[in-house]
């Protein structure tokens, strides 16, 4: 099994253009959830979801969309970049329910310019 | 909000002693932890998962603790080597909903050979 997989692994962005970080996983996990990573920070987390057709927000929404039209792919969308972007994005799944740990992928670095 | 706090200083230990991580989390006591490793340029990776009627886990050199009244989870690497070298990252689901994982900023531990 693949896991969980995000493309593309480096990305660099002029400040005002839009990107989509893809995220797949083959695993039938129900939750997916995006997160981002700063420098000497935890993870935030932007967006997750419980099932196809549902989303909702985490603790660091603004600036970003989210969709999940099937279980496998959780796509992540930035609309108009800004610097305070750049960082490092984590897709991560679980089965669902609670008492489940989370599989994450290899992370997209993102840097807006 | 629910918040969970690491020390952020890097921890140096010598090869072969016992490491120990701190975990101290707010508010109500979460219904589980987790710990993750993280290693440079990659995602998380999951290592134990203990709940809150649990006092102790193990996995063969790892040992995890849950003390409700001091809200506080403590990670032990017995017999400490320089592969255990990551950071090392506390997880807890949030009272909104199971859904929400809140990651706390990890401790870097490295071993010295």
């Known amino acids: 099994n693949a896991g969980v997989t995000q493309t593309p692994k480096f990305r660099i962005l002029k400040i005002g253009q839009s990107m989509t970080l893809q995220c797949t996983q083959d695993?039938?996990?129900?939750?997916m959830y995006w997160y981002r990573q700063d420098p000497g920070m935890g993870l935030k987390l932007i967006y997750y979801s419980v099932g196809a057709g549902i989303t909702d927000k985490g603790e660091v929404p603004n600036g970003y969309n989210v969709s999940r039209s099937t279980t496998e792919d959780f796509p992540l969308r930035l609309e108009l970049a800004a610097p305070s972007q750049t960082s490092v994005y984590f897709c991560?799944?679980?089965?669902?329910?609670?008492?489940?740990?989370?599989?994450f992928g290899s992370g997209t670095q993102l840097s807006v310019l | 909000s629910q918040k969970i706090e690491q020390n952020s200083e890097a921890l140096n230990i010598q090869e072969g002693k016992t490491a120990t991580l701190t975990c101290n989390y707010t508010?109500?006591?979460?219904?589980?932890l987790q710990w993750y490793r993280q290693d440079p340029g990659r995602g998380p990776v999951f290592l134990l998962l203990i709940r809150e009627n649990e006092k102790e886990k193990r996995k063969e050199r790892l040992k995890v603790t849950f003390d409700t009244t001091l809200k506080q989870s403590l990670f032990h690497i017995t017999a400490s080597q320089p592969a255990d070298s990551a950071t090392y990252l506390c997880a807890r689901p949030n009272s909104g909903g199971y859904q929400k994982v809140t990651f706390g900023t990890g401790t870097k531990l490295q071993v010295i050979p």
């Open positions: 695993m039938n996990h129900n939750y």
């Open positions: 991560a799944s679980s089965p669902g329910g609670h008492n489940e740990k989370l599989f």
């Open positions: 508010n109500y006591s979460p219904a589980y």
